[in-house]
């Protein structure tokens, strides 16, 4: 088993900055995929950020050039830099992972990210 956990939300002024970090532990032998996805209320879960173990990276045209996902592979952590945010990323974070060998994926339990003057 994995755990994931996130740390790092609280409030934030629109137009301001944020960081998150998320530390994976248990049982792990190869981590293909680390990744951060949001849920803002009343609407679904959307992955927003994520990095493989390759070094590539993809986003979510919401964050594109405002977010930024980094990972230390060895260290098993990845963090989301979030910049220029705005009242409509207000979500709870989520932490993802996905374990190559078992081939099973794993969430963090989230941790809220609140924009608003």
């Known amino acids: 088993q994995v755990q994931l956990v996130e740390s790092g939300g609280g409030l934030v002024q629109p137009g301001g900055n944020l960081s998150l970090s998320c530390a994976a532990s248990?049982?792990?032998?190869?981590?293909?995929?680390m990744a951060w996805a949001r849920q803002a209320p009343g609407k679904q879960r959307e992955l927003i950020a994520q990095?493989?173990?390759?070094?590539?990276?993809t986003y979510a045209d919401s964050v594109k050039g405002r977010f930024t996902i980094s990972r230390d592979t060895a260290k098993h952590t990845v963090s989301l830099q979030m910049n220029s945010l705005k009242p409509e990323d207000t979500a709870v974070y989520y932490c993802y992972a996905f374990e190559t060998y078992i081939q099973q994926e794993f969430w963090g339990r989230g941790t809220p990210v609140t924009v608003s003057s």
């Open positions: 990095h493989d173990k390759r070094g590539t990276t």
């Open positions: 248990g049982t792990i032998f190869s981590l293909d995929v």
